[in-house]
């Protein structure tokens, strides 16, 4: 099984300044990493997506993420960020297990942004 | 292109009762996931369907079910409700065989209140 951990649930940063939100997980398999976007009442919205190769992907909205396999971390930063930005962002992992069958995404709780004027 | 849609938007039912939530895939997409959201929490897997079958499944019970019709388009069904199946069921489709890992595209979500 896998599981992720957001270590910030609240993250309150000034508007242009930089931001990184953590994201660990934890898996048997090896995984594919995935983080995701919700602005308020609407659904989730792909940010960027980690599969193979650079270890530094870039995402839409000016975010990147920089995976870490020795440390299992996959966190996301901005190098500045705007009153658009305050939204839920979520980490989420998917298992490459061989053979058919999935489990679907493995979700962390979500880290609140919080975009300060 | 149309995105993925859910039906309704909300949905206010009686605990005991049976609930149908629908989904649309978004044009070309052969597979839909459904995910349990509780407030604050982060999106639960229910289940997966492929080629109208089931192909993965979360922890959850029985009484949660599931259909993929010809057309790519899915129901989520539950039955006996709980005040627990009070969440954001949210949707998603995506182009792939079994497994993964494939980009999903999530709809708005219907959110269920069971009182």
């Known amino acids: 099984a896998q599981s992720v951990t957001q270590l910030d649930s609240q993250v309150p940063v000034f508007e242009e300044a930089p931001v990184e939100l953590r994201c660990n997980y934890s898996s048997s398999v090896s995984v594919y990493l995935f983080w995701y976007v919700q602005y308020p009442n609407q659904g989730l919205q792909l940010l960027l997506k980690y599969l193979s190769g650079s270890t530094l992907v870039k995402g839409i909205n000016g975010f990147e993420a920089e995976f870490n396999k020795s440390q299992t971390s996959f966190h996301l930063r901005k190098p500045s960020v705007h009153i658009s930005d305050t939204a839920e962002y979520f980490c989420a992992v998917w298992a490459m297990y061989s053979g058919g069958g999935a489990d679907g995404l493995t979700f962390g709780k979500g880290t609140h942004l919080i975009i300060q004027p | ?115």
């Not at chain 2, 938007?9 to 959201?37: A, D, E, F």
């Not at chain 2, 989520?76 to 792939?96: G, K, P, R, T």
């Open chain 2, 1 to 115: 292109e149309t995105g993925v849609t859910q039906s309704p938007t909300h949905l206010i039912k009686t605990r005991g009762q049976q609930v149908t939530l629908r989904c649309s895939s978004q044009s070309g997409h052969n597979t839909v996931s459904w995910y349990q959201q509780a407030l604050g929490q982060g999106p639960q897997f229910i289940f997966q369907y492929y080629r109208e079958e089931e192909n993965g499944r979360g922890n959850f019970p029985p009484r949660f079910s599931g259909l993929q019709f010809p057309n790519y388009s899915s129901e989520l069904n539950v039955n006996a409700l709980e005040l627990d199946d009070s969440a954001l069921y949210l949707c998603a489709s995506s182009i792939s065989g079994t497994g993964g890992p494939y980009e999903q595209y999530f709809g708005p979500g219907t959110r269920l209140t069971v009182t």
